[in-house]
């Protein structure tokens, strides 16, 4: 075979090439975007409250202050009846999340106490927890959360964003979506009417309440502002590696686009020297 019959193979290989790159930087692309879109199932009759995140964007990012805040307001009211079992306090401090100083965790896991041992006597002890250390569980047991619930067992909220359809939003329109029962309708002793919650009867009181937590950066002192706050905590603590995973799909887009291009000179290269 001589060498411009040649070409033409490598013409034709190349022109296979090039198309399936840039497919696959399309596919990419789009599988990328709906993923970070936040689009999830509507499981409720009533169309739940569309929030904005600044999490949401293709690119975008925790806001800081608000995880913070968020952190507070789950310490100081979800955390009396729900746990977040795969949370511990160093991840506080990590990148990507609320970020608070090394200085800043310790203190705040010293805040509360953990039982360690046997020390050399055999015995267990009481100490303040460490970075290391998981958040507390409001609870011994299962059956003791039970007993003080009225029979219920309030969920561990470590993945609970991503557990509900409609993840963020669905957590935001629960949480201020407390309301007078509409007339004619009765809710039974120990139980609650939400406007978001399937079947409106819900067995977990409001929790939250104008002023109920204190807040040193300005920020407003509302239930709105709360449930904003908690809710963008909830959904960080759900898929911790978020910003860093919209960072490393930015740099994998780029890549593929690059190689797409330099494909498609090299075949009009190619196709240029076949003639």
Known sequence: MTENEARP??????????????ALAIIALGAFFLTIGGAKAAGAS???KQAEWSFEAPFGTFDRSALRRGYKVYAEVCAACHS?????????????????????????AAEHTIED?????????????????????????????????????????????????????????????????????????GMSYNTYFPGHMIGMANPLSEEIVDYEDGAPMTVDQYARDVTTFLTWASEPTRE???KLGFQVMIFLIIFAGLMYFTMRKVWADAH
């Open 9 to 22: 193979c490598i013409f034709t290989r190349a022109c296979r090439v090039v198309p399936f790159l840039g």
């Open 46 to 48: 009533v169309e739940l």
């Open 84 to 108: 977040m079992n795969l949370m511990r306090f160093r991840n506080l401090g990590e990148a990507g999340g609320p970020e608070f100083s090394e200085a800043a965790v310790k203190a705040i």
């Open 117 to 189: 041992g046997p020390d050399d006597l055999g015995d267990m002890f009481e100490r303040a927890r460490l970075p290391k250390d998981p958040f507390p569980a409001p609870f011994a047991n299962e059956n003791a959360a039970r007993a003080s619930n009225g029979g219920a067992l309030p969920p561990d909220l470590s993945m609970v964003v991503k557990a509900r359809n409609g993840g963020e939003n669905y957590i935001y329109s629960l949480l201020t979506g407390y309301t007078d029962a509409p007339e004619g309708v009765s809710v039974p002793a």
């Open 244 to 246: 860093a995973r919209h």
